[in-house]
């Protein structure tokens, strides 16, 4: 016949004697799945269990994950690719200069060529002529210039043929307005380079490049009606 105990006291120091006499190798957990017996001479400490074992509730969760758990390296930014297409330590501003200069050299020397042949007024044809061997030289320089440091150059456009038959009443006025503005548009260029480009050469150029351009648009203005 069991015995009832209606100590709650004895109860509870019953239940933690029975406990401390349990080898700590015999607890299982239930909660796991049934328990593994091991060997005979087996060592007391239970072996970690597998990650494929572990519970919500159990206690060894924690520290083994502090110290299994993998390492997560810090995501890396690839540095963004240089923006001058191999042309290296070459500030974009300078090679911005070198392109824009040149195509509006190019296309100062096409007008000029094709606006000789229908051009009324004596002196706009020897501006145009000028036009065209001054603005001619400068780009000659400036191929050499960028060639010598490894610097892209806009190759040429081909030329249009001159257009045929007699030209408009007001293609003077018309081709000495072009003229102006890009002239206008080419003295800003060269000034703001000839100020604060990056490359000394290529400030040298600007600056020495610079009063020819004044020259043309000086000319031109004087003979605008």
Do not use: C
């Not at 520290?63 to 297409?85: C, E, G, I, Q, Y």
């Not at 006025?173 to 003229?179: G, L, V």
């Not at 002239?183 to 060269?190: D, G, T």
Request: charged share 20%; hydrophobic share 45%; net charge negative.
């Amino acid at each position: 016949m069991k015995t009832r105990i209606h100590n709650p006291r004895a109860m509870a120091l019953a239940l933690l004697g029975a406990l401390a006499v349990t080898p700590a190798w015999a607890v299982s957990l239930d909660a796991t799945g049934p328990a593994q017996p091991l060997p005979e001479g087996a060592p007391s400490t239970a072996a970690p269990l597998a990650i494929e074992t572990w519970s919500a509730g159990s206690g060894a969760l924690v520290p083994l994950m502090a110290v299994d758990a993998p390492s997560r390296d810090a995501p890396t930014v690839d540095a963004p690719a240089n923006t001058t297409a191999g042309v290296v330590g070459k500030p974009l501003d300078d090679l911005g200069f070198v392109r824009q200069a040149t195509e509006s050299g190019h296309k100062e020397i096409a007008a000029a060529r094709q606006a000789l042949p229908q051009l009324k007024n004596p002196d706009l044809k020897r501006i145009a002529e000028m036009l065209v061997t001054d603005h001619g030289n400068a780009n000659e320089k400036l191929l050499q210039l960028a060639q010598s440091k490894g610097w892209p150059v806009p190759a040429a456009p081909r030329e249009a043929p001159p257009p045929s038959g007699a030209a408009s009443g007001d293609f003077d006025a018309r081709w000495t307005a072009d003229m102006i503005a890009g002239h206008e548009r080419s003295i800003a260029l060269y000034r703001a380079e000839a100020k604060a480009g990056e490359d000394q050469d290529l400030r040298q150029f600007a600056h020495d490049t610079l009063p020819t351009i004044q020259q043309h648009l000086a000319a031109l203005r004087s003979l605008q009606k």
